[in-house]
């Protein structure tokens, strides 16, 4: 859930810090007094894109914070999904400045495609114009499909590898079809290929070979003075090894005493390391263990790949010279293989078409339980004659989604034909019918957070009432966060916040108050009144909120 969003300098609010809990969250206020502007803030700290005109005149910058609790699924799935811990917090931050817009996730600065994409895992935001969305028919199919994913699972899977299977061997095909090479090309092919046809160094190999290359061409330049370093340690007359023996020998010869025996247990011991240490350096640079009878054919290697490298202009010439092979096969056995994949195409096109039409059943099916689902919710809305239905097409072609083209159908009156969706709805029924919607699909993505902007425009006496109570049944599983300007809604919530804006020195500022319950009940008034105060109106809305 949302619990604390913090605005600055954002357009008409100079600083504001806004604490939300859990349940039925109603902003309300007079026009114009900023309550779009917070909804504005909530989409931008979410992902939506910036511009510096919503910067406060006369400030550098707008600033906006959003604190959520996440349920620990959510925060394991954004943990998996984008390596961001958000187990012990979760604060986004926004700054937006004309230059640039920085946005935070604990801290570090995230790309705003990610921010989106955890949006989508967080909230859900309903206004007015969300209508478009929900109306149009290309989004139809995507609904359905998000209806069934949460009784069935992701029942899509099969078909789309499928499909996907299919795509690459149709894709094969068509490559080839178009692949034409003439006699001199594919002579071509083949001389670049027989030069490089014995050539089989990957490219750790190349790496493998230029890195002993260094390594022994450095001991050669070096070995008369690694033998010297040798001689310093070895040497029976002036060797460091030879001299320090010698001075144990002696020391061995002394009275014995504790002074004594300590200091020849101190050299003897470090004699024997450095004696160790002696043969280690020995057997990795003595001119007698380092073989450079293999540099002149490391040399030579080198000089072959580089020269390679720059005929054909690669990098990868063991890569080059596979692709050249491919190529030289496809022109000589086209024909052969063109069959082949022609076979293979077919085959599975035939598999995912059949399966294609399983999920088309799996659709029909469900798509029945959701009609009678919204049918049902639209009729908690004072639509009882609504009749909700999902009309079915079949395409030509297949797609990642399978065979189905998906239309919702509506009829809002008795007698009337089911017709497109879009082409039936209007005034108040735009705003119960996409609540109705809202209803079903919210409760299956398990949004932790939806936003209802003004969507009961339109609408008074019991409709507006039947609409509160169904935003406040959505909040009993997630946090709702409505702007409203209807009483019948306002009454039902379980946190009221008051929006006005002050004026003073020329300057416009919006202010936001939580409200008790003595101040929510005037406000619930002055909604019914219109700013005409009197005990009946102040009774009327206590009787709204106590139906609560």
């Known amino acids: 859930m949302l619990k604390q969003l913090t605005i600055k300098n954002l357009a008409i609010i100079d600083d504001i810090t806004i604490d939300f809990d859990y349940g039925f969250n109603v902003m309300t206020g ?3 007094a900023g309550k779009s502007i917070i909804i504005d803030a909530i989409n931008l700290v979410f992902g939506a894109r910036a511009s510096s005109d919503l910067i406060a005149y006369g400030k550098d910058s707008a600033y906006i914070s959003a604190a959520l609790y996440l349920n620990e699924e959510i925060a394991k799935k954004i943990l998996e999904e984008f390596n961001i811990d958000v187990f012990d917090e979760f604060i986004i931050t926004r700054v937006i400045s004309p230059l640039k817009s920085v946005i935070k996730i604990n801290g570090m600065i995230v790309p705003l495609y990610v921010v989106n994409q955890i949006s989508n895992l967080l909230i859900d935001i309903s206004s007015q114009n969300e209508s478009q969305f929900l109306f149009n028919q290309k989004n139809h199919l995507r609904l359905l499909d998000k209806f069934i994913f ?5 029942f899509l899977a099969k078909y789309r590898k499928l499909y996907q299977e299919y795509l690459n061997v149709k894709n094969q095909y068509d490559e080839l079809m178009s692949l034409s090479i003439s006699e001199d090309e594919l002579e071509f092919l083949k001389y670049k290929y027989n030069e490089l046809k014995d050539y089989n160094y990957t490219l750790e190999d190349e790496n493998n070979i230029f890195l002993e290359y260094k390594n022994l061409n450095s001991y050669s330049q070096n070995v008369a003075a690694f033998d010297e370093i040798i001689d310093l340690f070895e040497n029976d007359n002036y060797g460091v090894n030879s001299s320090l023996y010698k001075m144990i020998k002696q020391l061995n010869k002394l009275s014995a005493n504790s ?3 300590e200091y020849y247990e101190k050299f003897n011991s470090l004699y024997l390391d450095l004696y160790d240490l002696t043969q280690d350096f020995k057997n990795s640079f ?17 000089t072959k790949i580089n020269r390679l490298k720059r005929k054909y202009n690669v990098d990868n010439l063991l890569a080059y010279k596979n692709k050249l092979y491919e190529q030289i096969e496809s022109a000589t056995n086209k024909e052969i293989q063109l069959s082949k994949l022609e076979k293979k195409r077919d085959e599975l096109y035939n598999e995912a078409l059949k399966e294609a039409h399983n999920i088309s059943n799996i659709r029909k099916k469900y798509s029945s339980i959701l009609s009678l689902n919204v049918s049902k919710e639209l009729s908690d809305l004072y639509l009882p004659d609504a009749s909700f239905s999902i009309n079915f097409e079949l395409k030509d072609t297949l797609n990642q989604d399978g065979i189905d083209l998906v239309s919702f159908y509506l009829s809002t009156n008795k007698g009337v034909p089911l017709m497109p969706l879009n082409k039936v709805a209007s005034g108040g029924e ?3 019918i996409m609540l109705g919607l809202k209803s079903v699909f919210t409760t299956l993505s398990n949004i932790d957070i939806i936003i209802f902007d003004e969507i009961d425009t339109g609408v008074s006496g019991k409709v507006a009432f039947a609409m509160g109570q169904k935003m406040a049944k959505i909040a009993k599983n997630s946090q709702v966060l409505a702007i409203t300007h209807l009483p019948q809604v306002a009454a039902l919530s379980d946190n009221h916040f008051y929006i006005y804006k002050e004026s003073n020195n020329n300057h416009t500022n919006t202010i936001v108050k939580q409200l008790d319950i003595e101040e929510k009940t005037k406000e619930v008034a002055r909604l019914l009144s219109g700013n ?3 005990d009946s109106f102040i009774n009327a809305a206590k009787e709204l909120i106590s139906s609560k």
């Open 286 to 302: 003595s001119s007698s263990t380092i073989d450079l009878s293999s540099l002149d054919k490391l040399s030579n290697e080198i």
């Open 259 to 261: 002074k004594i025996n």
């Open 430 to 432: 735009v705003s119960r």
């Open 150 to 154: 949460s009784h069935e699972g992701d």
């Open 30 to 32: 007079e026009t114009g």
């Open 532 to 534: 005409q105060m009197s």
